[in-house]
């Protein structure tokens, strides 16, 4: 009597895992639909569904479905728990009749399969970090400013920063009317004699205007040449366009004109600034890049909702980093960051004691135009 009720429990608990796993399935294949994979899926399971949405909700539901329909069967079912199925054939009755025992290795293999995705996920993946570049305290923004002046992008910043110990820099990126990327970060501004939106020049004509009557203009040619020549520098891009159509424009110039000048590896220190999440599929489809910070001023709404579904469609594309203006990165969100592993950088702070505030707080880093790198390294606690 007690191995059969011992057999009768395996057999219900065997079954009843089953059903978790068909549910999972279902669940899975449900958030499918709204372009969730089997990866993040694993990220919930992996960080005990630290935030999983209306994911959970639907698994419950569904299991509630199947397990009301097993449970009528049972009850309706004169011989307990075993499964049998009559099959007529004419006038003979063919019993067909599955082993119990299959249950339970059924469930057995399908548990040690999901077991094994895990450990190999969380052997491959379990920093949940993908990028080449391993982020920065400080981001040179526009090159970081010299003498005084910011939004420059010229070679004069470049050179002042990086001996002042910056090694990532921002740059602004424009098309100019010959399709050709230079550094600029609009062209209303007022920096250069004669150009404008309306008077847009050739690269030739945009790199023969000094900038601000002094400074040296430069291409995106020209900064894949430094780059080669500075091996220890990282480039976050600013590239302005996120429709998929300019996307596409400007980065096929990008990679065209680095593999032009012998400067193609390169481009796998460009840190790549997204919009917009069909932004990132655009520029994919254009070269293989393997660094990404999604910004936040265009696309993010503010709700800390909003950015729970940013944070979770970055787990899903491996983009490891977000930037935000530094007013939105408050304590719900950098909580929401951090659960997610994402790494949160704010613009534009140019005092050394509140950059340090925020990097007390969790921050990964800033963009800056002129604090000091070493006095960002006293007093983080």
């Known amino acids: ?15 009843m895992l089953f059903l978790l796993i068909v549910c999972e399935i279902i669940t899975l294949w449900l958030n499918r639909q709204f372009s969730e994979s089997w ?27 199947f397990a009301l329909f097993y449970f009528f069967y049972i009850a309706c079912n004169k011989e307990g728990f075993s499964f049998e ?5 004419g006038k003979r009755k063919p019993h067909v009749f599955i082993w119990k025992g299959y249950w339970v290795i059924l469930v057995w293999i399908c548990a040690g399969f999901l077991g094994l995705t ?22 040179g923004h526009s090159f970081g ?15 002042a920063n990086y001996e002042r110990g910056y090694r990532t820099f921002e740059v602004d990126l424009e098309i100019t009317s010959d399709n050709k990327v230079v550094l600029r970060h609009d062209w209303d501004q007022p920096i250069q004699e004669g150009v404008s939106s309306d008077n847009i020049p050739t690269q030739e004509e945009f790199l023969s205007i000094p900038i601000k009557g002094k400074y040296t203009p430069l291409s995106f040619q020209d900064l894949c040449l430094i780059m080669q020549e500075h091996p220890d520098i990282w480039i976050v891009t600013d590239t302005k366009y996120p429709d998929w159509e300019n996307v596409i424009k400007q980065f096929t110039i990008m990679v065209q004109t680095a593999e032009e000048c012998g400067a193609p590896e390169v481009l796998d220190r460009l840190v790549v600034q997204i919009y917009n999440p069909s932004m990132y599929d655009a520029v994919m489809q254009v070269y293989p890049f393997r660094s990404f910070i999604f910004t936040m001023y265009q696309y993010w709404d503010g709700t800390p909702e909003q950015f729970t579904e940013i944070c979770r469609w970055s787990v899903e594309h491996d983009v490891d980093a977000i930037t935000m203006p530094y007013e939105r990165a408050e304590g719900v969100i950098l909580e929401i960051a951090k659960q997610y592993e994402r790494d949160v950088y704010v613009h534009t702070l140019n005092d050394a004691e509140e950059a340090k505030n925020f990097l007390n707080k969790g921050v990964k880093g800033i963009y800056t135009d002129s604090i000091n790198p070493e006095k960002l390294k006293e007093d983080i606690e």
């Not at 199925?85 to 054939?89: L, M, P, Q």
């Open 1 to 15: 009597m007690k191995s059969n009720m011992v057999r009768r429990t395996v057999l219900i608990v065997s079954r």
């Open 39 to 65: 990866k993040i899926l694993l990220y919930d399971l992996q960080s005990g569904f630290i935030n999983p949405g209306e994911y959970f909700l639907k698994f419950i539901l569904i299991f509630a479905v």
């Open 85 to 89: 199925w009559h099959v007529r054939i």
């Open 118 to 139: 895990l450990i190999i996920y969380n052997g491959l993946v379990s920093s949940g970090k993908h990028n080449l570049w391993e982020g920065s305290t400080e981001i």
């Open 145 to 159: 400013s010299v003498e005084r002046s910011i939004y420059t992008g010229c070679l004069e910043a470049f050179l």
